[in-house]
């Protein structure tokens, strides 16, 4: 089997910056709660751009960084839950957008919340494996702010727009050591967003199933996530035969400090261990961890050699991670 390699990262942030003030406009919060519980300090919101447009600036961004040529990409997935249509899927859009239509490749969605890069970037790599695949474009894109209910002060203060991109190829020499993922189906309502109702004409009664937002318990989400990040992570480093020591950066996923916080003191591990880039972003679940890893490599926080763990959790539920030697 083949082995993967990140070989580049980009980002894209919608451009209008939503400060905590603006929300204590909108909902009984202030900007002191929202800091001391979530670490978030702004968050982008789209007012034009679509889950394609910044899909299409971060893989734009990712190619440029990495000076990739775009006909040398053989397959595009993107990782989304606010997806622009049902059909066709984000990924066939960003083939046509980045002017691929003429490549033979495989272009699909997938939707696995907070986790879906991973789960994405993880799906990579098994195509690379195989030698189905040599270079694979792998994106996470989202404009949260259309499923937001604006009106909860619960969640509408922790979501964000954006995107992260990262492209894969095949490498002698090992990128990937260890991947991990894993699910649990039982909590569907912990973090829900309803898709359309079952309506149809020939129903006695109507489905009573519309609400259209996303909905969350915290407190349940907030348990299971540090769960999940050390779960990950112990999983990570027993299938790499590697030890915390041996790890140089930590990128979870972006969804509030206290979580990592919390996972920092039960591993015994220090904060700057982790990065955060969350106080200027928000939650931007599938972005979250390509956004995070471009800033990381764009402020020179990744160096070669370095094991990097990028670690993911969401709803579904959803967790997992990979552990990589840049
Ligand atoms: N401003 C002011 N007060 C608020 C706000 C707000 N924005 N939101 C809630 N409160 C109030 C509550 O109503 C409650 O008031 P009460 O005691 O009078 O009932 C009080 O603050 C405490 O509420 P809790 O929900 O217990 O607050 P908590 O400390 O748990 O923080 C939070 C809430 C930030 C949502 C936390 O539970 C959390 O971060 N959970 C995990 C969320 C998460 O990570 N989600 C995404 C992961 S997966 C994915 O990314 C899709």
């Not at 909905?215 to 299938?239: C, P, Q, V, W, Y």
Request: glycine share 8%.
């Amino acid at each position: 089997l083949k082995k993967s390699k990140i070989i580049a990262a980009g980002k894209a942030a919608a451009e209008h910056l939503i400060t905590n003030e603006d929300l204590s406009q909108m909902v009984d919060t202030n900007d002191e709660w929202i800091q001391s519980r979530t670490g978030i300090q702004t968050r982008r919101v789209s007012l034009q751009e679509t889950t394609l447009d910044l899909a299409t600036r971060a893989s734009l961004d990712a190619l440029h960084k990495g000076d990739i040529d775009p006909e040398t990409l053989d397959m595009i997935i993107v990782a989304t839950v606010t997806p622009d249509y049902f059909i066709p899927a984000c990924a066939s859009l960003l083939q046509h957008r980045l002017g691929l239509n003429h490549r033979p490749m495989m272009a699909f969605d997938l939707n696995a919340a907070c986790t879906g890069l991973i789960y994405a970037i993880q799906t990579a790599e098994k195509f690379i494996a195989t030698g189905s695949a040599k270079r694979v474009l792998v994106v996470g894109s989202e404009t949260l702010s259309r499923i937001v209910d604006w009106t909860d002060r619960g969640t509408c203060v922790l979501f964000g727009d954006g995107a992260g991109a990262v492209i894969l190829e095949e490498s002698d020499q090992e990128g990937i050591l260890a991947d991990y993922t894993n699910s649990r189906g039982d909590a569907e309502l912990n973090l829900a967003m309803p898709a359309f109702p079952l309506d149809n004409p020939f129903q006695q009664e109507s489905c009573s199933m519309t609400h259209q937002k996303m909905t969350m318990a915290g407190a349940e989400i907030f348990k299971f996530a540090t769960f999940a990040i050390r779960d990950a992570m112990e999983e990570l480093l027993s299938r790499s035969g590697l030890t915390m020591e041996d790890i140089d950066l930590i990128i979870p996923h972006q969804a509030n400090a206290r979580i990592i916080a919390k996972v920092a003191r039960q591993m015994g591990l220090p904060m700057d261990k982790f990065f955060l880039n969350l106080s200027d972003y928000g939650n931007t679940s599938s972005a979250s961890i390509g956004l995070a890893l471009a800033e990381a490599m764009e402020q020179g926080r990744i160096h070669k050699g370095d094991h990097v763990i990028l670690v993911g959790f969401g709803g579904g539920l959803t967790w997992g991670g990979i552990l990589h030697r840049f």
